[in-house]
């Protein structure tokens, strides 16, 4: 046999090799079955507590059935955004590691990076490894490699987990004043005072359902520095809230100074709060 030949041959080997590589790795990636970090079922937890490296702690509580911030401020929570933190529970764990204490600082684990605490459990955040950027875990006394997707919540405000419906859930507003009109109800039919009294009861009507369902597009701490320019006031059966105005080129924002809040709107929104007119 010639040299040609039993290299065309070697070739034929390589090529056939290869091409059951390509077959067959997705079907074996996809039998790839991982432990998740913890055993613990996320829908139980019950209390948070945030612990970032820099600012303050953060603490929620499940109440009803839904998620409230009490800690550094009282508000209702984003439901779908701490119970993606609680998912951290059900992380796929790639590898876990028998390290001593005196160890953890190569992890970046002493002193962490952030830890969280769901109701009795502590996961502390350590740093990322340089091949894949997943992150060193600690859970249970032993350090575990997770992908990376939930060390941004403990770099985050707590602004950022505020329910992002401008007036709460199920808002049942009773008056709104605007910069340049008051909507009130009186008895089962809704009043207009302002500068267009013409408005129809289903406009009036328009107007009070917008600000019931307004929902922002980002929660955000108060920025001072802010043009901010007029108020509005909502009278809500339980409390009423006082909104700082301000306006750019692309938004409409609603301050909260009393929480150190500001709600996000698209100048479409806003403006339809505003006037109940897209503009």
Do not use: C
């Not at 937890?45 to 911030?69: F, H, K, T, Y």
């Amino acid at each position: 046999m010639s040299r040609r030949t039993l290299i065309n041959l070697a070739l034929l080997v390589v090529v056939a090799a290869l091409a059951a590589l390509i077959v067959l790795a997705p079907e074996r990636a996809t039998r790839v079955e991982r432990e998740p970090l913890s055993g613990e079922n996320p829908r139980a937890i019950s209390r948070i507590r945030l612990v970032p490296v820099e600012g303050p702690a953060i603490d929620l509580r499940r109440i009803d059935g839904s998620w409230q911030l009490v800690e550094p401020i009282r508000i209702a929570a984003n439901d779908f955004r701490v119970n993606a933190l609680v998912g951290v529970l059900a992380v796929p764990v790639h590898v876990r590691i028998d390290a001593p204490a005196t160890e953890l600082a190569r992890y970046g684990l002493a002193p962490p990076r952030g830890r969280v605490r769901l109701d009795d459990i502590e996961i502390l955040f350590g740093d990322t490894e340089p091949l894949n950027g997943r992150r060193y875990l600690l859970y249970d006394g032993r350090v575990a490699l997770v992908d990376d997707a939930y060390f941004s919540h403990l770099s985050s405000s707590a602004a950022n987990y505020v329910e992002p419906t401008v007036l709460g859930r199920d808002a049942n507003p009773r008056e709104i004043e605007l910069p340049d009109r008051r909507v009130m109800r009186e008895q089962d039919t809704w009043r207009l005072d302002g500068t267009d009294k013409q408005a129809s009861a289903e406009e009036i009507a328009n107007l009070v359902n917008t600000w019931r369902n307004a929902q922002a597009t980002a929660v955000r701490p108060y920025e001072h520095s802010l043009d901010w320019k007029g108020t509005v006031r909502v009278e809500l059966p339980d409390q009423t809230l006082h909104f700082d105005l301000a306006r750019t080129e692309y938004e409409v924002i609603l301050g909260r100074r009393d929480l150190g809040i500001q709600y996000h709107l698209t100048r479409s929104s806003g403006a339809r709060l505003l006037s109940g007119a897209a503009g």
